[in-house]
């Protein structure tokens, strides 16, 4: 793999949370191109718990704020689609994992940007698939691998 993929990356992002400490556009920017295997066009939001958990409960039929919802418009090259993180959820498990607020953000970057390419963790061969590729590239950006709780 290169430095960063030199795939055409337009991205969007909406800041529509109260969070004190928030990622740069241009973070977000270098996390999802890193995972980039085609030309995309991401609009990214970053949300307080109420908006997460009504996109959660209606799009996903669960009642409760999730770390990061991936919507995918079009599953051919462009990909397109939105992105939501739900900034407080973040904090939290960052927090309670004992992980970098960064490099936890960067993950689920990384994640989203995989599901919006067409990966899946429904089985245990795909999860352990994304798994895996998602550590290769966070060890690319200099941080640590996400699985390892050490």
């Known amino acids: 793999m290169g430095k960063l993929s030199s795939h055409k990356l337009s991205l969007a992002v909406q800041y529509a949370s109260g969070a004190q400490s928030l990622p ?11 995972a980039l295997q085609h030309e995309a066009s991401i609009t990214m939001r970053i949300v307080d ?7 959660n409960k209606n799009f996903r039929g669960k009642d409760y ?4 919802l ?9 990909f397109s689609g939105d992105v939501v993180i739900c900034a407080p959820v973040v904090e939290r ?10 490099a936890h ?3 689920l970057a990384i994640h989203a940007a995989l599901h919006l390419q067409g990966y899946e963790h429904d089985s245990d061969a795909d999860a352990a ?13 200099h941080y640590p691998d996400p699985y390892n709780a050490s």
């Open 105 to 107: 953000y960067a993950h």
């Open 24 to 34: 740069t556009r241009a973070q977000f920017r270098r996390w999802i191109k890193v």
């Open 129 to 141: 698939g994304m798994e895996t590729l998602e550590t290769e590239l966070m060890l690319k950006l």
């Open 93 to 102: 498990e960052a927090a309670a994992q004992h992980k970098d607020l960064l």
């Open 70 to 78: 991936t919507f995918v418009y079009d599953d051919t090259e462009p």
């Open 65 to 68: 704020a999730t770390n990061v």
């Open 49 to 55: 718990e109420p908006e997460g958990r009504d996109l």
